[in-house]
């Protein structure tokens, strides 16, 4: 039992480059939630998944898209990455209705 | 602009010290309020949580007060140790979305 898994963990991009950061859990789990966590900033969401198909915009999801492939899976993709999206991105997921949000290992991202 | 403030930025403790971490928020909408513990280069993990109907929570040496009036909750971490160092976020949800919006975090070192 992995709980919840992101790849890749390390990422450095140029700026105007693409990319799609993977997350995917393995406790059957409704809803997913991609973060990004910045220094004196906390996290922020930036999309959230209720369930396979559905999507919805968090805090700060300008110059990100996602897709939710199955129940398993949400990926999160820059098209075109700018430097203010240097940072670290979480994926997490919880059962639906309940509160408690179990979260991945991270991604740590630079972009040049 | 964060929905939720937290302070403070870091603190330091003795072992066997009580930690006072503070949240304060302006949404009374916000029914989830729950706390999170991160390690250096983990993701995030559920420590506690409350909801409004309480004024506070227990479990084992972490304690959150709650006070719906002031908009304002606190977590109390009793008798620290060296393993409770780490980041803790605090956060606040409306609804079943569990769409948290996170304090900016406090850095706690325990000091044996």
């Known amino acids: 039992n992995a709980g919840v898994t992101q790849t890749p963990k390390f990422q450095v991009l140029k700026t105007g480059q693409s990319m799609t950061l993977q997350c995917a859990q393995d406790?059957?789990?409704?809803?997913m939630y991609w973060y990004r966590q910045d220094p004196g900033m906390g996290l922020r969401l930036i999309y959230y998944?209720?369930?396979?198909?559905?999507?919805d915009k968090g805090e700060v999801p300008n110059g990100y898209n996602v897709s939710r492939l199955n129940k398993r899976e949400f990926s999160l993709r820059l098209e075109s990455a700018a430097p203010s999206q240097t940072s670290v991105y979480f994926c997490a997921s919880s059962e639906l209705l309940a509160g408690e949000q179990f979260f991945g290992p991270g991604t740590r991202l630079t972009v040049l | 602009q964060q929905q939720v403030k937290q302070s403070p930025q870091s603190l330091i403790v003795q072992k066997g010290g009580i930690s006072i971490i503070n949240c304060a928020y302006e949404n009374t909408a916000f029914d989830y309020f729950p706390w999170y513990q991160q390690f250096p280069g983990k993701g995030p993990a559920l420590l506690i949580a409350?909801?409004?109907?309480?004024s506070e929570k227990k479990e084992g040496r972490f304690t959150i007060s709650f006070n719906k009036s002031a908009k304002q909750f606190s977590l109390h971490i009793m008798d620290s140790q060296p393993g409770d160092s780490a980041t803790y976020f605090c956060?606040?949800?409306?609804?079943?979305?569990?769409?948290?919006?996170f304090g900016a975090g406090t850095t706690v070192t325990v000091r044996a």
């Open positions: 406790m059957n789990h409704n809803s």
């Open positions: 956060a606040a949800s409306v609804g079943n979305d569990y769409k948290l919006s």
């Open positions: 409350i909801r409004p109907d309480v």
């Open positions: 998944s209720a369930s396979e198909g559905t999507t």
